[in-house]
């Protein structure tokens, strides 16, 4: 049933004029295989699949974050972001204003890979914390700063990654 919530979740996102090129199906087994593969004991983004879907690049992706490094906030210019917690807990801390922001280097593989246009910075002022774990899902808008403030075991989510403007390469 959660599953069938997060593809219904996604068709209503990527809705657009012309259809999408054709269906992309991620198995439960590439999913393990990709968390298999993340490194241990330091941040991993590794995206999956990032297909045309008619006038919109739509992702989906594999973070992991351990409880050593929680760390840090980003701030995505024009993605939007949905997340679904495949195992562990933490603090999120989404909203407010990103402090001391950067823009990450716009030629940089995170830029073209990942996240498209984004700033980052050491944390977030105003922001509102919510304890999130495993089966949770959150929809994170774009231009909402976010980033964890506490992770209590290692944490992993699936993050489906919405680029209105097309800037990530596609894979």
Known sequence: MLRTGVFA?????TATQSPPSS???????????????????????QSIRMIDAGGYNVGIGLV???????????????QTEV?????GTGTLITGG????????????????????????????????SQRIGKDDMLIIPAGTAHGFSDIE???????IR???????QLK
């Open 9 to 13: 979740m996604l068709l209503g996102l």
């Open 23 to 45: 269906t992309v199906y991620v198995s439960a087994d590439d999913i393990a295989a990709t968390m298999a593969a993340a490194p241990e004991g330091r941040v991993s983004d």
């Open 64 to 78: 992991r974050r351990p409880s050593t490094q929680p760390g840090g906030a980003i701030q995505h210019h024009n």
């Open 83 to 87: 997340y679904y917690v495949v195992e």
């Open 97 to 128: 204003t990103l402090v001391d922001g950067q823009p990450l280097d716009p030629d940089g593989d995170t830029v073209k890979n990942l996240t498209g246009p984004s700033s980052v910075g050491p944390r977030i002022q105003g922001g509102e």
């Open 153 to 159: 075991e290692d944490i992993a989510y699936l993050v």
């Open 162 to 168: 919405v680029d209105p403007d097309q800037l990530v």
